[in-house]
């Protein structure tokens, strides 16, 4: 693992031996790092100002929170255990709203939602995500299990604009690329205080987030690397970090004795709304 990941030392036994694949990682749980996520996606500049200076409040996190959550998981589901037709609906649809996005005179950096590097970008962060909270719920995979879960999850990039040719052959060639992409994070006040406002979730009714929010920041905090923490400026210490260890260490016994429907139930729901939208010609984002 390099140094641009989550660092962990103890991690749940493998439940088995045998072939993954990233429609494994879809477990409810791996939900919990969606905050994280955001945060890595956006501590690249030209990602982070598209979002936050972007005129489509449709898809404005912090006007729409439920609707742009509901989105962002219907993708993972799309990406990983879709059809070939769920992904070209999706990727139509959210290209549509993808020509809208791109910087004015204004901006301080250059972007646009079209761009393949960011969009390459974006889906590595959705792909380190997903390994990062399988194996903290499955256990550590060996390198052969890594390279078939990492082979499995390029649609995570070319369900958009992301080309075969593009997302990395192998999955050390993959770190190879994490490793040169970190160096490019960088964040400022307007994207950090973006940021903060979300996971304090200054969107949703302040009586509903008081009770979550020491929560969302311990859980955001813990499933960034050292390098994504320290831009955003987020604390983090020896003893944070056994809770973390000690508490996904009991999430992922839980885990291993329920049931695959309750497990991944969710992530197969939100794909039958996608399908069920398709059919009846409504917007999917």
């Known amino acids: ?81 879709g059809s070939d037709d769920d992904r070209a609906a999706f990727g139509r649809a959210v290209d549509t709203v993808h020509r809208q996005v791109r910087s004015g005179p204004s901006s301080p950096v250059r972007y646009n939602a079209f761009d393949r590097d960011l969009q390459m970008w974006v889906a590595a962060c959705l792909f380190v995500g997903l390994e990062d909270t399988y194996q903290l719920l499955r256990g550590r995979m060996t390198a052969e299990q890594a ?24 999955r050390a060639e993959f770190d190879d690329y994490w490793d040169g992409a970190c160096r490019q994070v960088a964040m400022d006040d307007v994207v950090r205080g973006y940021l903060m406002d979300l996971i304090k979730l200054r969107m949703i009714n302040p009586l509903l987030a008081l009770p979550f929010r020491p929560l969302l920041k311990f859980l955001t905090a813990g499933f960034l690397a050292p390098v994504f923490r320290d831009a955003l400026g987020l604390g983090w210490g020896s003893a944070r970090q056994w809770c973390f260890e000690r508490l996904f260490l009991s999430v992922a016994f839980v885990n291993r004795f329920l049931p695959g429907l309750i497990r991944q139930g969710g992530s197969h729901l939100l794909l039958a709304d996608v399908r069920l939208r398709v059919r009846r010609q409504r917007r999917l984002v």
């Open 147 to 170: 390279e078939q879960f990492y082979l499995s999850a390029r649609p995570l990039g070319t369900t958009l604009q992301v080309t075969d040719d593009q997302w990395p052959l192998t």
């Open 1 to 81: 693992m390099t140094a641009n990941r989550i660092i962990i030392t103890r991690y749940t036994a493998r439940w088995d031996d045998g072939p993954v694949r990233a429609a494994d990682a879809m477990d409810f749980w791996s939900f919990a790092a969606g905050a994280a996520n955001v945060v890595m996606q956006l501590s690249r500049p030209g990602v982070g100002h598209g979002v936050v200076e972007s005129k489509v409040e449709s898809g404005s996190l912090m006007k729409h929170p439920w609707k742009r959550a509901r989105t962002t998981f219907q993708y993972l589901a799309v990406a990983v255990i």
